[in-house]
C-alpha cells in the first residue's frame, strides 16, 4: 500500500507561518489528487486545499489568500505554505492522496486512497 508521512506542524504566534510537507511511500504508480485536511478537538475533518498532478488548486474559503498547496511530483510530495496564521487555524491538518500502486501480491495495479497520522499545528494568539 502507499504511506503518508506528515511534518512541518508546532506552536506559532498568530500572524505567524509554517510549512507542512507530506511524503508518499510504496509502490506507486501515480498519484491523481494531493490534499490537505484539518480536524479541530470536537470538530468534523475540514478540506482545506487540493492538488492535481497538472498543478490546478483548490482552496477553502478560510485558507484562500493565506495558505498555498503545492507538489513535488518527482517526490510524491506535498506542501502546505500557511501565513498570517490565526487561533482558529489551531488543528491536526492531515494530508490525503489518492492514484495507483501496484500490488504485487496480486500481480494487479490497484487504487488507493491514503491518509497520514496527521501533524499538530497550534497557534497561539
Known amino acids: 500500500q502507499v504511506r503518508l508521512v506528515e511534518s512541518g506542524g508546532g506552536l506559532v504566534q498568530a500572524g505567524g507561518s509554517l510549512s507542512l510537507s507530506c511524503a508518499a511511500s510504496?509502490?506507486?504508480?501515480?498519484?491523481?489528487?494531493m490534499a490537505w485536511y484539518r480536524q479541530a478537538p470536537g470538530k468534523q475533518r475540514d478540506l482545506v486545499a487540493t492538488?492535481?498532478?497538472?498543478?490546478?488548486?483548490n482552496y477553502a474559503d478560510s485558507a484562500k489568500g493565506r495558505f498555498t498547496i503545492s507538489r513535488d511530483n518527482a517526490k510524491n510530495t506535498v506542501y502546505l505554505q500557511m501565513n498570517s496564521l490565526k487561533p482558529e487555524d489551531t488543528a491536526v491538518y492531515l494530508c490525503?492522496?489518492?492514484?495507483?500502486?501496484?500490488?504485487?501480491?496480486?500481480?494487479?495495479?490497484?487504487?488507493?486512497?491514503?491518509w497520514g497520522q496527521g501533524t499538530q499545528v497550534t497557534v497561539s494568539s
Open positions: 510504496g509502490r506507486i504508480i501515480k498519484i491523481n489528487t
Open positions: 490525503n492522496a489518492e492514484g495507483l500502486y501496484r500490488d504485487y501480491n496480486l500481480g494487479r495495479i490497484l487504487g488507493f486512497n491514503s
Open positions: 492538488i492535481t498532478s497538472g498543478g490546478d488548486t
